[in-house]
């Protein structure tokens, strides 16, 4: 992939990330909730799917690009990095890395804005280095 199409598509990314962020709100802090019959992880981790919806920002990007529940929940338990090695067509190695980085501000219990400005940072950092 050119470089062009790779900060393209990096751009996107945050995008719609951020169209997800602008409607649960950038204070929105994701809190993991038990699943009837299965024990939380503690404070760490998030479900792609609860009661048949994507649940953590992830899910939800995942989701608006074409990703079934049934895919999201082949996922659980598991980090994006991890979970895109199954479905490796669906994501670019620069969306994955962009969304690890989202995925680890939001597990460790802050905001989705300060997720979203991780991302936005990890996708600069990844232009930066093609530019070089």
């Known amino acids: 992939m050119e470089t062009l199409e790779r900060i393209k598509v990096m751009v996107k990314a945050v995008d719609d990330l951020e169209y997800i962020v602008d409607q649960f709100g950038h204070d929105h802090v994701y809190v993991k909730e038990p699943k009837p019959g299965q024990p939380a992880y503690g404070n760490g981790g998030c479900w792609y799917v609860k009661d048949g919806e994507p649940d953590c920002l992830i899910a ?70 093609l530019v070089r």
């Not at 190695?93 to 300060?114: C, F, H, M, P, R």
């Open 60 to 129: 939800k990007f995942l989701f608006n690009r074409g990703w079934t529940i049934e895919e999201l929940s082949s996922c659980e338990s598991r980090s994006v990095f991890s979970a895109s090695g199954d479905y490796p067509d669906r994501l670019t190695n620069d969306e994955v890395s962009i969304l690890s980085t989202a995925q680890q501000v939001q597990d460790n219990g802050k905001t989705w804005g300060e997720a979203l400005r991780a991302a936005k940072l990890e996708a600069f950092y990844l232009t930066r280095q």
